[in-house]
């Protein structure tokens, strides 16, 4: 019998785990995933081998020696990436690597967000800022997306509200470019918008910015970051999206006074450094190339997945197709939990984000769902949509078959 922890444990634990993973299911349209056929392995394999010819030795120290702020080299390609994709500007020390940029997003909490605190997102926002926000007990306000992103008018109301009832936000999260999951890119004119509410209403802004890589049609607005003079906006990136998630690197760019405030709050001994030597050595001369290769694979998969949607859910699944990024987010009619569904779903091999897990209000998000189309094959992708409208007609009755399949224009 094992040793029983349960007298001992602390309060407030999250629900443990279900089971020990066993594998993903049949179609798995949830998460962030990428293709993996794009993964340039041998290349990888190859700048390995040279880089620990070269520099392995200093993995005897944390940190290779470079400090806690990450693999020098790696910084100055994350510097150069950002000066010539996103127009931002930063030296190597405004630029701190993290494992993941979930990590980031970790420190900004814990630097500024505690109990009672409020937060602005976008009404449809990346889940893991959600449930993190939440679980640290702060409160979530959600504000109007459309295609040019967040809606700078209703920022402007809530900001007014929420002077008048004497609550200072703590920062207003926003993923400007490709949204998760709406795939909305926050135009030009509305990021200005959004420094000058900023700036009235003395609230900081957090940019995440790790699908702007991916953005296929159209070109990348500079970072918000990039717009503003008095480092009121703390940017985030990362190498999941572009090349590989299980890296698990990210970064952190902000002025050194907020990066001096994050550095003793990462106590984990350092973000893996072979991991970081790798992608410095790798990023340097292939970035731009590997990208563009990822961009065309995402937007032919992204393609099948809006063709395949119309042609087995017809007039039933509204959605935008994305100019970039991972995901579909689709609207179902009002009367169909996707909550539900995905619970059905999954018991059936089938795996979907449901809304409500997406939103800052549940409610908004009952009806609506988030499919990834990057991991999964062309082929899974059509059998796997076609397996959830099945599944979704018959638990709910639509979509209709026969009559409601007609294809959108
Ligand atoms: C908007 C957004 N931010 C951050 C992350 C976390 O990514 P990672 O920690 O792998 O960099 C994700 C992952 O899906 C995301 O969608």
């Not at 703590?170 to 990021?191: A, C, D, H, W």
């Not at 405030?261 to 990462?266: A, E, S």
Request: aromatic share 8%.
């Amino acid at each position: 019998m094992s040793f029983n922890f349960t007298s001992l444990l602390n309060a407030n634990l999250p629900v443990p785990a279900p089971a020990p993973f066993t594998g993903y299911p049949k179609f798995y349209f949830i998460g962030g995933n990428n293709d993996a056929d794009i993964l340039p392995l041998t290349k990888l394999g190859d700048i390995a081998k040279s880089i620990l010819e070269r520099e392995g030795r200093g993995l005897a120290r944390y940190g290779m020696g470079h400090g806690p702020q990450g693999y020098r080299p790696l910084r100055e390609v994350i510097s150069k990436n950002l000066r010539t994709r996103a127009g931002l500007i930063c030296s190597v020390e405004e630029i701190l690597v993290t494992s993941g940029s979930l990590q980031a997003i970790d420190f900004v909490n814990s630097l500024l967000v505690g109990v009672g605190d409020t937060v602005i997102v976008e009404e449809a926002c990346y889940g893991g800022v959600i449930s993190r926000l939440k679980k640290l007990g702060a409160n979530v306000i959600g504000i109007g997306l459309d295609q040019d992103g967040m809606r700078t008018d209703h920022l402007d109301n809530v900001l007014a509200d929420l002077k008048q009832k004497d609550v200072q936000p703590k920062y207003i999260f926003t993923i400007p470019t490709v949204q998760n999951p709406s795939g909305s890119v926050m135009s030009l004119e509305r990021r200005l918008e959004l420094l000058e509410l900023s700036k009235t209403y003395s609230v900081p802004i957090f940019e995440d910015d790790c699908y702007a890589d991916l953005l296929w049609e159209g070109e990348r607005p500079p970072a918000i970051r990039s717009l503003d003079p008095t480092g009121r906006v703390i940017y985030c990136g990362s190498f999941s999206k572009s090349i590989a998630p299980a890296f698990r690197v990210g970064y952190l760019v902000a002025d050194w006074n907020v990066i001096a405030q994050i550095l003793p709050l990462k106590t984990d001994g350092g973000t893996g450094a072979l991991e970081q030597m790798v992608l410095a050595e790798y990023a340097k001369n292939n970035f731009d190339q590997h990208v563009l290769n990822l961009q065309h694979v995402l937007r032919d998969k992204c393609q099948t997945m809006a063709d395949v949607l119309n042609e087995q859910f017809g007039a039933t699944a509204e959605f935008v197709i994305p100019k970039g990024g991972i995901f579909i987010w689709i609207t179902l009619p009002a009367s169909i939990n996707t909550t539900e569904l995905a619970q059905v779903a999954l018991t059936e091999g089938v795996a979907i984000n449901p809304g409500a897990e997406w939103v800052a209000d549940p409610v908004m998000g009952r009806n609506r769902l988030r499919l990834c189309f990057a991991s999964p094959s062309k082929q899974e992708i059509i059998d796997g949509v076609k397996a959830l409208a099945e599944i979704c007609h018959r638990e709910t009755g639509l979509p209709e078959r026969g009559a409601n399949i007609v294809r959108k224009e």
